[in-house]
């Protein structure tokens, strides 16, 4: 059996990012969140967020869990700034203890006293720039609000989040949308716009964070580091709504319907306004369905992707297996040859 969390094998890699789908649970999936709990998870994920220096390029707060699309750059070779230092420090400690640092770090170069010096930097920047940092940070703060809130004491998340590894491209592209219809797929609105607690409705809100997220996870193939402005210009916002569109209409089978969604007609009315319905349709297809590989799948991504994960992580798969790559099956089989697993799910994966 797989191990739930799994971290990139070049995680201090200055050219290849380490983007994971972060999933995490309510203990006994109890619907517990309503619009004051996902505002408040919003903003702690935000707080982890500018703290650790890691990125969120899209996510959805549901119910009773959440999906995050998030990026762990490598931490610098010669550590962080004392500017950059203190800029983390004041997203989760007050004025006057962030003041104390830095008046400690001035006194220890002062002295000279250089080993302390990194010392008391690193006691600081060890938890950032790291994907278990800042599920740390973020499920802590979250907990500790939300017991206080409720008047409630224990264990609030079911089990300790997984985290599968994404490539750039087609993989990176098919999360992102996957996740941001989440409130589609579950029947709680049509347009995915309407969701306020998702990545996309964010963006679309005018949300400059949100929309620079986006715009990274869908180009990250091509190196874009990701801009806001990016979003309106080149039609990247146009063509994520055509595959979001593509992929939240309802499906009716015999005059049933079979999964909810937005009505065709307005599906069709909207893409025609927008001149056309985008280059992903077989993305659109896949992320129609609760797909396993997507929570479960360790690492998704074209072959050479995964099998590099596969040889930098040999001692976590089973004895018999002699190779990494695995041709998805189910749902995901639509895009067989283009996205690739690291593991072999092979029933139930639609």
């Known amino acids: 059996m797989a191990k739930k969390r799994w971290i990139s094998p070049w995680k201090d890699s200055t050219e290849k990012p380490s983007v994971y789908h972060v999933v995490s649970r309510v203990v006994e999936r109890r619907f517990a969140f309503g619009p004051e709990e996902k505002e408040k998870f919003r903003m702690f994920m935000r707080m982890a967020e500018n703290f650790t220096g890691c990125r969120v390029l899209t996510y959805c707060v549901m119910s009773n869990h959440f999906h995050i699309l998030l990026e762990v750059p490598p931490m610098p070779e010669e550590g962080l700034s004392d500017e950059l230092l203190f800029e983390r420090l004041r997203a989760l400690y007050s004025k006057g203890r962030v003041a104390a640092v830095a008046e400690e770090l001035a006194d220890l170069r002062k002295r000279g006293n250089k080993v302390a010096e990194a010392a008391l930097k690193k006691s600081y920047s060890y938890r950032m720039q790291d994907l278990s940092e800042f599920m740390k940070v973020l499920l802590q703060r979250f907990s500790h609000w939300f017991n206080k809130a409720h008047d409630r004491t224990g264990r609030l998340w079911e089990q300790r989040f997984t ?119 077989a ?26 994960v596969f040889r930098e992580c040999r001692e976590r798969f089973g004895l018999r297996r002699m190779d990494g790559a695995r041709k998805p099956r189910g749902a995901l089989a639509e895009l067989a040859g283009t996205v690739w697993s690291a593991r072999d799910l092979r029933s139930g994966v639609g």
């Not at 715009?215 to 146009?238: E, Y």
């Not at 009505?263 to 319905?277: C, D, I, N, T």
């Not at 129609?288 to 072959?303: E, N």
């Open 163 to 281: 985290s599968v590894m994404v490539e750039n491209g087609v993989a990176s592209r098919t999360m992102a949308a996957y996740i941001d219809l989440n409130p589609v797929r579950a029947g709680i609105c049509e347009d995915p716009a309407d969701y306020r607690w998702s990545g996309y409705a964010e963006a679309v809100a005018g949300g400059k964070r949100a929309r620079g997220g986006l715009v990274r996870a869908l180009k990250l193939g091509d190196g874009h580091v990701g801009t806001a402005r990016a979003w309106a210009q080149g039609g990247l916002a146009k063509e994520y709504r055509a595959l979001l569109l593509a992929a939240a209409a309802e499906v009716r089978i015999d005059g049933q319907v079979k999964r909810k969604g937005m009505k065709e007609e307005r599906v069709h009315k909207e893409l025609a306004a927008m001149e056309g319905r985008g280059s992903d349709l």
């Open 283 to 308: 993305i659109s297809r896949v992320i129609c369905h609760r797909v396993r590989y997507f929570t479960d799948g360790v690492a998704i991504g074209g072959r050479e992707f995964v099998d590099e």
